[in-house]
């Protein structure tokens, strides 16, 4: 910058030492799982712009595999992309329509994956006036139970007030002709119940918060 003295000394030698053991601990608590040197010193140099991009990830996973114009405007039905998601393993998808919406304020998508077919249930931004957006659990929080993936709720087995052991059967979720089993991982009270039956969630809706 003009008119300010030049540095005598490595540019980094005035800055605060940094603590990587605390930082790896910092990411790891919001990664949820072990971290990399290069995460490290990501979070260090840009902490504000790293946690946002974890934030992105959680919720959308990795993206940059993707092709850069379908990341910035999606896909048209028709169109069909390969994404290469690991070394050795190429998707190729289709895109081929899109649902009518839902009373949630969601639509599904249809496409074909490696020539399967495969449905995603997506949100309709134009609807969320419309729709009440589901609570999101904590991540971390002992007190939040989570959908652990998307489906329809198929049955709660507990109810507001209900007194839980650890291990104990909380609610089912169906998809794909599958079923999932949501258990307590700890024992408490249950505060409040989130769903019902019938009820198509989200993967990380908040469905059960204990005391």
């Known amino acids: 910058m003009k008119g300010r ?7 980094g030698a005035s800055l605060e030492p940094a603590d990587f053991d605390a930082t790896r601990k910092e990411v790891e608590r919001l990664k949820g799982n ?7 010193v990501t979070q260090l140099l840009y902490p504000s712009v790293f946690a946002e ?26 169109d069909e992309v390969s994404v290469d998601i690991e070394e050795g393993k190429t ?13 949630d304020g969601r639509r599904t998508l249809f496409f074909e994956l490696n020539g399967q077919p495969r449905e995603v249930l997506v949100v ?31 049955r709660v087995t507990v109810s507001a007030g209900e007194e ?9 979720l169906e998809a794909m002709k599958m079923e999932t089993t949501v258990y307590a991982e700890h024992s408490g009270k249950i505060a409040e119940v989130l769903t019902r039956p019938r009820t ?6 908040l469905l059960i918060r204990f005391e």
């Open 5 to 11: 003295q030049s540095l005598a000394e490595r540019p």
């Open 34 to 40: 072990r971290a990399t040197e290069r995460e490290v």
């Open 53 to 78: 991009y974890l934030a992105h990830a959680d919720k959308y996973s990795d993206v940059s595999v993707l092709p850069t114009p379908v990341f910035f405007y999606g896909m048209e039905p028709g």
């Open 91 to 103: 998707l190729f998808i289709k895109f081929l329509t899109v649902g009518d919406p839902h009373v």
């Open 124 to 154: 309709d931004q134009s609807l969320l006036k419309e729709v009440k957006a589901h609570p999101k659990a904590e991540r971390g929080n002992p007190a939040h139970v989570a959908a652990p993936m998307s489906g329809l709720v198929a």
């Open 164 to 172: 839980v052991s650890a291990g104990q059967k909380l609610l089912t």
């Open 200 to 205: 198509q969630v989200e993967s990380g809706d």
